[in-house]
C-alpha cells in the first residue's frame, strides 16, 4: 500500500509569492492534516480536512488555506509569502478520526 | 504554559540502558496519547500510542499514562545506537462544534535521543 505523498519535496519562493503544495493520503484514509514544522515551533496544526471539509483549524492567518478534493487529495495554499513561513510542511492522514497519523516525506519551502 | 509539554534535552544514554521520556499535558479533556519517532531528515512515524491509564508494552517500548497527573511517558529497555532520533508525544483532544466531529493532535517540543555504544 503506497504511503501519504506530499510534492514537490523541495520549493524555493520569494516574499510576496504564493504556493500551493500538493498531498495524496493512503488509499482508504478519508482525513488529511496538514503541519507546519519548524526548529523552534516545532510542529504546529495548521487544519484538518475530512469529506472535502475543514473539521478544524490552527492559529495560523488566513493566507493559509486547503481544499480537499472528492478523492481525498488535499492542497494546500500560502498567499503572500513572508520569510517566517520558510518551513516544513506536513501531510498526514487516518482513516477518519484524527487518531494515528501517517506522515507524508514533507514540502521544505523556502522563502527567499 | 504549553498544551504538551516534553522534559528538555537531548537525553543520551548508553546503548543497553533504559531511555526515560516524559511528557506532560494542559488539557484534562485529551482523550488519545501518541508517541511518534523522527529520524533527523525524516517524517514522523507512530511508534505507540495509549488510550487508558497503565502501561501498554510492545516490544522494547512501553507508553505509561496517568491521566489523574496529566502525565504521559515512553520507555525505551535494552536502548539501541538505532534509537536515537527525536521523540515527539502528541495529545488529541476531540468534540464537537456545529454539529460536526473534530479532532486534532498537538504535539510537544521533542527529545532528542542518543544513543552511544
Known amino acids: 500500500k503506497a504511503g501519504v505523498t506530499q510534492t514537490p519535496r523541495y520549493l524555493i519562493k520569494t516574499r510576496g509569492q504564493q504556493v500551493t503544495l500538493s498531498c495524496s493520503p493512503i488509499s482508504g484514509h478519508r482525513s488529511v492534516s496538514w503541519y507546519q514544522q519548524t526548529p523552534g515551533q516545532g510542529l504546529q496544526f495548521l487544519f484538518e480536512?475530512?469529506?472535502?471539509?475543514?473539521?478544524n483549524k490552527g492559529n495560523f492567518p488566513g493566507r493559509f488555506s486547503g481544499r480537499q478534493f472528492s478523492n481525498s487529495r488535499s492542497e494546500m495554499n500560502v498567499s503572500t509569502l513572508e520569510l517566517g513561513d520558510s518551513a516544513l510542511y506536513l501531510c498526514a492522514s487516518s482513516v477518519d478520526r484524527v487518531e494515528k497519523l501517517f506522515f507524508g516525506s514533507g514540502t521544505q519551502l523556502s522563502v527567499l | 504554559q504549553k498544551e504538551v509539554e516534553q522534559n528538555s534535552g537531548p537525553l543520551s544514554v548508553p546503548e543497553g540502558a533504559i531511555a526515560s521520556l516524559n511528557c506532560t499535558y494542559s488539557?484534562?479533556?485529551?482523550?488519545?496519547f501518541f508517541w511518534y519517532r523522527q529520524y533527523s531528515g525524516k517524517s514522523p512515524e507512530l511508534i505507540m500510542f495509549i488510550y487508558s491509564n497503565g502501561d501498554k508494552e510492545d516490544g522494547r517500548f512501553t507508553a505509561q499514562l496517568n491521566k489523574a497527573s496529566q502525565y504521559v511517558s515512553l520507555l525505551i529497555r535494552d536502548s539501541q545506537p538505532s534509537d536515537s532520533a527525536t521523540y515527539l508525544c502528541?495529545?488529541?483532544?476531540?468534540?464537537?462544534?456545529?454539529?460536526?466531529?473534530?479532532?486534532?493532535?498537538?504535539f510537544g517540543q521533542g527529545t532528542i535521543l542518543t544513543v552511544h555504544p
Open positions: 480536512y475530512f469529506s472535502e471539509t475543514q473539521r
Open positions: 502528541a495529545v488529541k483532544v476531540a468534540g464537537w462544534a456545529g454539529g460536526t466531529s473534530y479532532g486534532k493532535l498537538t
Open positions: 488539557d484534562r479533556g485529551s482523550q488519545s
